[in-house]
């Protein structure tokens, strides 16, 4: 109820991982973290990439200060260091976009020592008829624009997003990084 409250994309899955900041008992604000698709987790890394974990929505009320987003996103981050794998493993990576179309440019990332990893896309953002964001994948399979159409979603144009990666676990190969790394703001 929160994201559908105050996150731009006024929805989100079911199910994931959800980590809350709460003041006085109220909840302020939120983090959800849940497995990415298996094409962009293996963009992480290829070969461990049932260990790539997505933080896929965040949004802390607007009266809050101004780093309690990073606050928020630090101590889930701790926590999320902390969960473990059915197998016994941890959580090796996190990867995470900041939507251009919402004027979001990573800043809370940078801050938060993401590293950014590049630009995706363009991709089409469709939206329901109450403006929550829809997704085109549905179970194993992706829907096309027509059949999105179909389904009364409203395409709202193509947008990219910059992604970012955070490396939770260090690497035993001696290998500092599977990701390239990008240089400039």
Not at 27 to 55: H, M, N
Not at 161 to 178: C, Q
């Amino acid at each position: 109820a929160f994201i559908r409250a105050h996150h731009y994309a006024r929805g989100c899955s079911k199910t994931g991982v959800f980590f809350g900041a709460f003041k006085g008992g109220a909840l302020v604000g939120v983090c959800q973290f849940l497995p990415p698709t298996k094409v962009a987790a293996q963009s992480v890394d290829r070969d461990r990439w049932r260990q790539v974990l997505s933080l896929t929505r965040m949004a802390v009320l607007d009266t809050e200060p101004q780093n309690a987003t990073s606050m928020l996103l630090g101590a889930s981050i701790r926590m999320v260091r902390d969960l473990r794998l059915p197998d016994g493993s941890s959580w090796e990576w996190l990867v995470t976009y900041a939507d251009e179309a919402r004027g979001h440019t990573g800043a809370i990332y940078r801050a938060t020592n993401w590293t950014h990893v590049g630009r995706t896309g363009p991709y089409p953002r469709w939206v329901d008829a109450e403006g929550r964001q829809v997704a085109t994948k549905s179970g194993p399979k992706t829907r096309t624009a027509e059949q999105m159409r179909a389904l009364g979603y409203v395409n709202e144009g193509s947008f990219y997003k910059e992604k970012f990666t955070m490396r939770l676990t260090p690497r035993s190969d001696g290998i500092k990084s599977a990701v390239p790394q990008s240089r400039g703001p």
